[in-house]
């Protein structure tokens, strides 16, 4: 039996997603519902995996029957993902509708039909091509499954990434460690409808990609959840609000909102409160004397803005502030901008160029030109 060196590779994919679903059990945080399911996704891969490299090189009728019922195991896979980002990004323990694992049941009920066909019967049956048609339909399934719940996660991350700028001033690390994790995911998803393409159409989508790439992706979503998940910080959860009608009026008398406003101006102008990168809704409305609701209300009905961008304007004027003081021939951007409140540099790019309508570099050429 030879093993090639797409073997090990999948033989490292196998051992650190059996070693990093152990490690990320025993991780006691607030996050256990979410690691948990992280977990179960790790130990799928790896099952996967497993079944790549030794059904291939030890092929015998049981480990056949094995992972023929194995296989029901890409049919959880992408709801798993869904409920990983819906727990990880909200203070609820979500579950999911039974409905969501019929495709994964009704696999299961065919796998046990089939292992209890006698083996050489099964073989021949295979070799005639009585499930040819089977098997197109039920890989067709699992990809358009998959690659929906992939669809559900991408937007569940942009609707928390939404809600998140009413209550954060700034952005934090969970949002790029999930995209990555999905943009990992989407391309094994890629890869997988293209060798199935290739292989059941007749021609060829892409001659480069195939069935081995497929295999090749999975160790990266495990590489990628290895390098990610143990490192990001504690992440603000945002529960889930449920829809209600909402009705245009005055939340605030004038004279409390004349109050609040000045208290704003305040905290803002003088005592420069944008500075701490961490800056929440709820700290700034504690230091008002408000509420959270009260407070979001001036923002959005007075100044036509969420919080998060209301912040980050006062950030930038203070970045701007100290280029125009020429701070920048001592300094690099990257400091003055965290000087300035942001907390890192992608986020300060992003925000700077949306107000500024030109990137800083950009700007601060044409500042020392127009002197």
């Not at 990320?24 to 790896?46: C, E, G, H, M, P």
């Not at 909402?246 to 905290?267: D, F, Q, V």
């Amino acid at each position: 039996m030879n093993f090639v060196f797409l073997d090990l590779l999948l033989f490292v994919g196998v051992s650190q997603g059996f070693f990093l679903g152990i490690t990320i059990l025993l991780v006691r945080d607030k996050n256990k519902s979410a690691n948990t399911l992280l977990a179960f996704l790790l130990f799928s891969a790896t099952i996967m995996l497993s079944g790549r490299i030794f059904l291939f090189k030890y092929f015998s009728p049981t480990l056949h029957k094995i992972a023929l019922v194995a296989e029901t195991i890409i049919f959880i896979f992408g709801p798993l993902l869904y409920l990983y980002t819906v727990n990880l990004l909200t203070k609820t323990k979500k579950k999911l509708s039974y409905y969501h694992f019929i495709p994964a049941v009704l696999h299961f009920i065919y796998a046990l039909i089939v292992v209890s066909i006698e083996y050489n019967e099964l073989i021949n049956m295979i070799k005639n091509g009585k499930f040819n048609l089977i098997y197109l339909f039920t890989e067709l399934t699992a990809i358009i499954s998959n690659i929906t719940y992939v669809i559900f996660a991408f937007y569940i991350v942009k609707k928390y990434r939404k809600a998140e700028k009413k209550e954060l001033s700034y952005t934090q690390n969970i949002h790029r460690y999930l995209y990555f994790l999905l943009l990992g995911i989407s391309t094994f998803m890629i890869a997988w409808l293209i060798s199935f393409s290739n292989y059941f159409i007749p021609f060829k989508l892409s001659p480069y990609i195939n069935y081995n790439m497929v295999w090749v992706c999975i160790p990266i979503f495990i590489y990628i959840v290895g390098f990610y998940s143990l490192k990001q910080p504690e992440i603000f959860r945002i529960p889930p609000k449920n829809k209600k009608k909402i009705y245009k009026k005055e939340r605030l008398t004038p004279t409390e909102s004349e109050r609040i406003t000045e208290a704003l101006k305040n905290a803002m102008v003088h005592e420069k409160v944008y500075l701490n990168h961490k800056l929440t809704l709820a700290d700034l409305a504690k230091q008002l004397n408000t509420s959270t609701n009260n407070l979001s209300w001036l923002l959005n009905d007075i100044h036509n803005s969420n919080f998060y961008d209301y912040v980050n304007r006062f950030r930038v004027q203070s970045f701007i502030e100290k280029i125009q003081h020429g701070e920048h021939e001592h300094h690099t951007i990257l400091a003055l901008s965290l000087d300035s409140g942001f907390n890192s540099k992608s986020t300060f790019n992003k925000v700077f160029k949306e107000i500024m309508k030109q990137t800083p570099s950009n700007f601060i050429k044409e500042l020392s030109t127009s002197v």
